[in-house]
């Protein structure tokens, strides 16, 4: 296997080889795949942060190891391609951020004493905790009513995943993938207004 020299990334190859050994319970190919998609994964961490929080929470590489060590552990690893792993990673990286709001907002409103800050970074971290939980309730609801076109919020806002990527993962034409996408920010949009 060998690396794309002009650009130092893995070869799509190498990463389906270990994507197919992880499939196949080859839990020690995740720790070999890792590396080779490092770069990958902290460029979508950065994403998710730069959308969902502020630097007072979980850095970038902080981000990326709770995520790692949240779909290290499952117990299926069966990716149907590189794209789909990256889905998934994001996900991942989702939930991560989710944690760390809600436990934010239960330190803020914890205890018996009421916190009051004066701190524009924390109050500034406290409200960017609070519209990631209700972004996370609507994309909830929007899933309820149109899976996919959660799915496609999921993959294109919190993944990176461009819409041909969404479409191979989906198994549907860019078409679609750019109506759904469209219909769910009006629907989340209007959802979002009236919360």
Do not use: C
Not at 52 to 80: I, P, R, V, W
Not at 149 to 161: D, I, N, P, Q, T
């Amino acid at each position: 296997m060998t690396r794309e020299s002009n650009t130092g990334a893995p070869s799509v190859g190498e990463v389906t080889v270990l994507l197919d050994k992880l499939a196949a319970g080859e839990q020690a190919a995740l720790d070999e795949l890792f590396p080779l998609v490092y770069n990958e994964l902290r460029r979508i961490a950065r994403g998710q942060r730069y959308r969902n929080t502020d630097s007072a929470t979980l850095d970038t590489t902080g981000l990326l190891h709770e995520a790692y060590l949240k779909f290290a552990g499952k117990a299926s690893h069966a990716y149907n391609h590189r794209h789909h792993f990256y889905a998934v990673a994001a996900t991942a990286m989702r939930h991560v951020l989710l944690d760390e709001a809600k436990r934010r907002l239960r330190q803020k409103r914890g205890g018996q004493a009421r916190q009051v800050s004066l701190d524009p970074e924390q109050l500034q971290a406290d409200e960017q905790a609070e519209r990631l939980l209700i972004i996370n309730d609507g994309l909830e609801r929007l899933g309820r009513l149109q899976p996919r076109a959660r799915k496609v919020v999921e993959y294109r806002f919190f993944g990176g995943l461009t819409e041909s990527e969404i479409a191979q993962l989906l198994a549907v034409d860019t078409r679609t993938v750019r109506r759904d996408w469209a219909k769910a920010k009006a629907w989340l949009g209007l959802a979002l207004a009236a919360d």
